[in-house]
């Protein structure tokens, strides 16, 4: 496989995949060469691009962050769906010895007090496990879509990731809710109940709340901080990295 890095090859597979349906763009790149992984986090989005890896056989790794503060709904529904499409799904999670790092300098609840803490909890139970599940991908799958908050707005199908040196992939990116909602009926797509239940984007079950009537997708994420631009820093660039602690011999 010829090498797919730089903003140049990205820009070039961007517009390719822009004229293909979603199981077309997930095959395509299946087909490139190299290791593609698919990092779910069990929500709307990310069950259509499982459903549509599971139906067409497609050689792409299904990988979850198991944070160890997951809502039982969504622990339950990695089960359901690896059983509805004869897949497994490899769970990631964070080292203790990290956690305990976490915990002996904010306290393990400090995400509360300050976005510092906040960042550094994420990159414990998210950015580092994370960095194992990409290990030796040439392409990382993510369920980004514009339409869920402003930050995303501008998301492309294929970007260059310079930070984790791979092309990363956003099959999603001109999908509404609307029509992810229409694919999971039409398809029998497995989701979580707690999407019913106000919960548009669900996370870490300290970190989540059901949103208000009005409020943009990702508004109940963090909800105590006053960024509307808030992330966990998987989707951003050198996000926190003076604030994570130091790596575990693990």
Not at 53 to 64: A, N, P
Not at 199 to 225: D, F, L, Q, V
Request: aromatic residues 8%; charged residues 25%; proline residues 5%.
């Amino acid at each position: 496989m010829t090498a797919l890095t730089g903003n140049g090859t990205a820009q070039a597979l961007n517009d390719k995949l822009a004229g293909l349906d979603l199981a077309g763009r997930l095959a395509f790149v299946a087909e490139l060469g190299g290791r593609a992984v698919f990092t779910t986090s069990l929500g709307i989005e990310d069950q259509v691009i499982t459903a549509a890896i599971g139906t067409e056989r497609l050689d792409i790794d299904v990988v979850t962050l198991e944070t160890g503060r997951l809502f039982k709904e969504t622990v339950d529904l990695i089960d359901e769906t690896e059983g509805q499409y004869g897949i497994t799904i490899a769970r990631y999670v964070p080292a203790q010895d990290d956690i305990d790092a976490y915990a002996a300098k904010y306290g393990l609840n400090g995400f509360y007090e300050s976005v510092e803490a906040r960042h550094a909890c994420c990159g414990v139970r998210k950015l580092k496990p994370l960095a194992r599940a990409l290990e030796g991908a040439s392409f990382w799958i993510t369920g980004l879509r514009r339409g869920q908050s402003g930050n995303r707005a501008d998301t492309p199908f294929a970007e260059f990731d310079a930070d984790r040196n791979l092309i990363k992939i956003n099959p999603l990116a001109d999908w509404d809710i609307d029509r992810i909602k229409a694919y999971v009926a039409d398809n029998a797509v497995p989701v979580n109940p707690m999407h019913n239940r106000g919960y548009p984007s669900i996370g870490c079950e300290p970190c989540t709340r059901a949103i208000k009537p009005g409020e943009p997708e990702r508004a109940g994420r963090w909800w105590w901080e006053n960024d509307e631009k808030r992330e966990c820093g998987l989707h951003v660039h050198e996000a926190a990295a003076s604030t994570i602690p130091a790596p575990s011999a693990a």
